[in-house]
């Protein structure tokens, strides 16, 4: 896949002529009852039913999702949700997103697609195409070059975006950037973080194709085909299906993938990191076709300006930094500790809070904490979105800020699948010390036909 240079700009600013509103959304107030975003979501269980619950003042006219059993029965059963389906009883239910787009585009403003990471691309770039405002589920893409296509072709739309990093809509990085950029904590040259979510979830201990696995038929309920989509024909497997999925290569990102996007987001924005220059990787066995059981890998960031150079320390499947203070608990989700030459900083999981360590500073600094000048998101970062598609305005991330971030995590997969330490040069999208690991930069297979990609 080629993509031209200028593309390879890591920031930019969408401008206000560029944007595509959708017919009867030009112009509007905020959330008048005749303004509501008609939206169609991709990917109903699962994230999707966060999407849903969040959504549910604007007006969805199309379900689309390839396993009804997981998809419209599942959520129609559950207690919390089945409610908020019953708003929409004249939305369309589709398997294929192809086909829905077929039927009824002029009828769709906006998408929201919370499927598996490798159809991410196909269906947003779909979404783009079509001119329709969208809303991917982190990280955003399964590989970069994926990333930087899907990021040019928005950008050249005009659409409004979103990724589903949904602490960049929240209280905690406001705070860390506020209070790293006040000084607070002084200079900051090390960070570390994790997550210690189960990780079987995220490693497999060896590829079930093989001749000892017994063949495997899917439920009547999936639409399997439709579920492969771009990625390589194999055998049914339930083992890959759903949210297991993740733990492999063609489909998924592991751990990191899933979880860098959320748990790096706070030093991204606080300390305006930019490209890594070097990434360097270590983890348990590497099974063919999956994902380590446990992985640290160390992110080296160049000095900007007067800054100095950062060095981020990642750790997951049951790995943990050294404790910032006594009695420090590292929960399960995870999150990151800011280390400065005046203090530390931690903020957690999905950057939904920031605190002083040790508490005891935290104590002191009531009353005299750096003010908030940053504005603040209400409702969440679905709301941010459709609010920003009837004003014409940027989310805080959109894929201008969310594709150097996917990018950041992609990079940590890349090294750790090429067990090595990688230099990286954002410009000609490559690594410089090791020719090797630059298959992992894109998709690994052909797509398959049929896909638009």
């Known amino acids: 896949m080629k993509i031209p240079r200028r593309e390879f700009l890591r920031t930019g600013t969408m401008a206000g002529s560029l944007l595509i509103l959708p017919r009867g959304l030009r112009a509007q107030g905020k959330s008048p009852a005749n303004s509501r975003v008609r939206i169609a979501m991709i990917g109903v269980g699962g994230r999707g039913k966060v999407a849903l619950s969040a959504l549910q003042n604007e007006q969805i ?3 689309c999702d390839v396993d009804i059993e997981r998809g419209r029965e599942g959520v129609s059963r559950d207690s919390m949700s089945k409610g908020m389906l019953e708003r929409f009883p004249d939305a369309k239910w589709f398997h294929d997103y192809r086909v829905m787009f077929e039927r009824m585009s002029d009828q769709i403003d906006a998408v929201v697609i919370t499927v598996p990471d490798h159809m991410h691309y196909a269906i947003g770039l779909e979404t783009i195409r079509r001119k329709k405002h ?7 893409c399964r590989c970069i070059t994926e990333v930087r296509a899907l990021h040019a072709a928005a950008k050249q739309a005009g659409v409004i975006t979103q990724m589903g990093n949904q602490g960049r809509a929240a209280e905690g990085i406001r705070l860390a950037r506020e209070w790293v950029q006040a000084g607070l904590i002084g200079e900051v040259r090390t960070v570390h973080a994790w997550t210690n ?9 060896a590829y079930d194709d093989t001749e000892e696995n017994p063949p495997e038929m899917p439920p009547a309920s999936l639409q399997y085909d439709l579920w492969l989509g771009v990625a390589p024909v194999r055998p049914y497997r339930r083992s890959r299906s759903h949210r297991a999925w993740r733990g492999y290569v063609d489909y998924g990102c592991g751990a990191l993938g899933d979880w860098a996007c959320h748990q790096l987001d706070a030093a991204n924005y606080a300390l305006d990191l930019g490209a890594p220059t070097s990434i360097e990787a ?3 066995e590497l099974k063919p076709g999956t994902y380590p059981v446990s992985n640290t890998l160390t992110y080296r960031f160049p000095a900007r300006g007067t800054r100095p150079p950062v060095e981020i320390k990642w750790f997951d499947g049951g790995l943990f930094p050294p404790l910032p203070v006594p009695d420090f608990k590292f929960g399960q989700d995870g999150g990151s500790i800011f280390y400065g030459e005046k203090g530390v900083l931690w903020v957690g999981s999905h950057s939904s809070t920031a605190r002083l360590l040790p508490e005891k500073r935290m104590q002191d600094m009531r009353g005299s904490l750096p003010p908030k000048s940053l504005p603040r998101v209400a409702g969440g ?13 940027r989310c805080g991330s959109d894929f201008n800020y969310a594709a150097p971030l996917a990018e950041t995590a992609l990079l940590g997969v890349a090294a750790m699948r090429a067990r090595a330490r990688l230099e990286w040069d954002p410009v000609a999208m490559r690594f410089t010390n090791h020719s090797e690991a630059n298959a992992f930069i894109g998709p690994g297979y052909a797509y398959r036909s049929g896909w638009g990609v």
């Not at 979510?197 to 201990?205: G, M, N």
């Open 381 to 393: 970062p679905h709301q941010e979105w459709v609010d920003a598609i009837r004003e014409g305005k």
């Open 282 to 284: 270590a983890g348990t």
């Open 197 to 205: 979510h189960p990780h079987s979830v995220y490693s497999h201990a």
């Open 61 to 63: 006219v199309a379900f």
């Open 134 to 140: 969208v809303y991917i589920e982190k990280p955003l």
